[in-house]
């Protein structure tokens, strides 16, 4: 027997059949259904998508990272002389790079808002309970009813609620409900980056004063290119990240989406004010938990109706509108 999934691709797409004769709305009256209504079946199981390169690209993330500590401690703090700047620095650093590693751990391993795969059954749909002049939107590739503001992502091959873009470094899509860590990881790489230039910065000038004698244990030579590549990676970083970070705020702060962005879609649903949005995306009113990638995105609102995916055939149309009476 073929899947739901399998037996989806052998449909005939057979878009606009069902409606003669009967009382239609025109494509720009049609009221979408709220994203709410379907839910995610897999938001408690564990997350991780299989992809070569996004792999390929999380170890290169954490290699850096891993870099950037080897030279901050044994090149720069462990050799200094000033205990209490190694001391203040080094925690500070530690602190914000178990931030940001924890934060792209959580980005990467939680489920970003995919829908439940070949959910586009008959027997689903009814227990939706449209209302005359709803429509509902059915993924081809997937198989799955799309709410509104989903788009599928082919690396994920799910469709993700209010995705943002597939991101290879965190080797998952950003949407709905990873948004929050994204945002905390570019905001720690960013801030990571910050810190190393200013250290190095102030490690190049105290070597000069010492004339290169006491400032490392290593080479002069040595030094001076472990400094140099680290303040090419902080600087390289800092760019890449904080124009994430502004982008990031932004997509949230305006609610739309870069893929809505892209595909010019913005202004077909009732926008969110700036500082609702940014609580629905950090999880609750402005506190520190903000900062932190340990808590949860709580303060969702939870769908009124869990409706579990029933098994069945797989519907044909990739456009079902319910008639007007
Ligand atoms: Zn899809
Ligand atoms: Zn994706």
Redesign the pocket.
């Known amino acids: 027997m073929k899947s739901p999934v399998h037996r989806c691709r052998d449909v005939e797409h057979s878009r606009g059949q069902s409606g003669a004769g009967t009382n239609y709305l025109q494509a720009d009256q049609r009221i979408p259904i709220s994203k709410d209504v379907i839910t995610s079946s897999s938001a408690s199981a564990m997350w991780f998508i299989k992809d070569a390169c996004g792999i390929m690209c999380a170890v290169i993330t954490w290699l850096l990272v891993f870099y950037a500590e080897f030279v901050v401690l044994f090149v720069m703090l462990l050799p200094s002389k000033n205990l209490t700047y190694s001391i203040v620095n080094g925690t500070l650093f530690n602190t914000l790079t178990f931030l940001a590693l924890a934060s792209h751990l959580r980005a990467m391993c939680t489920d970003p808002g995919a ?1 439940p ?1 070949g959910n586009a059954t008959k027997e689903y749909i009814e227990s939706l309970q449209l209302k005359p002049g709803q429509v509902v939107y059915k ?6 009813i ?1 709410p509104d503001r ?4 082919s690396v994920c ?4 609620r209010k995705m943002d873009h597939h991101c290879p470094w965190v080797n998952n899509c950003v949407g709905e409900n990873n948004q929050k860590y994204f945002v905390l990881f570019t905001m720690y790489i960013a801030l990571i980056s910050l810190h190393v230039l200013f250290m190095v910065v102030f490690h190049f000038l105290n070597c000069f004063e010492d004339d290169w004698t006491k400032c490392s244990s290593f080479s002069p030579p040595a030094t001076v290119i472990l400094l140099i590549l680290l303040c090419f990676e902080g600087l390289l970083f800092l760019i890449f990240t904080s124009v994430m970070f502004g982008t990031q705020v932004h997509s949230i702060c305006t609610d739309e989406t870069g893929i809505e962005r892209l595909k010019g879609e913005t202004g077909k649903w009732g926008k969110m004010p700036c500082w609702e949005a940014m609580q629905l995306a950090f999880g609750g009113p402005f506190s520190l938990s903000w900062c932190s990638p340990f808590t949860g995105v709580t303060c969702k609102r939870t769908p009124t109706e869990h409706v579990e995916v029933p098994l069945g055939e797989i519907i044909e149309e990739d456009v079902i509108e319910i008639p007007l009476e």
């Open positions: 829908v795969k993924c081809p590739k997937c198989c799955s799309k989903a788009h599928h992502c091959k799910r469709c993700i």
